[in-house]
């Protein structure tokens, strides 16, 4: 009988958790990036989506 391998999918906002950990995958992105803005953008979105969209826009200054 052939065993099935089960998947998740990999959300790298739950490794998020600090500062430190969120600048340095937003600089490995940005080495990454090779001048791809899209992949940047990408990388700044994740980072706010780990730190909570409410926290940015208040750090931010929008309501």
């Not at 600089?27 to 990454?32: M, R, V």
């Not at 940047?40 to 309501?63: E, N, P, Q, Y």
């Amino acid at each position: 009988m052939t065993q099935k391998t089960e998947t998740t999918p990999f959300d790298v906002t739950e490794y998020l958790n600090t500062p430190d950990q969120m600048a340095a995958y937003l600089e490995a992105s940005i080495e990454e990036a090779n001048g791809d803005a899209a992949f940047i953008v990408k990388a700044l979105g994740d980072i706010a989506k780990a730190k909570g969209m409410s926290r940015v826009t208040r750090d931010a200054g929008l309501s």
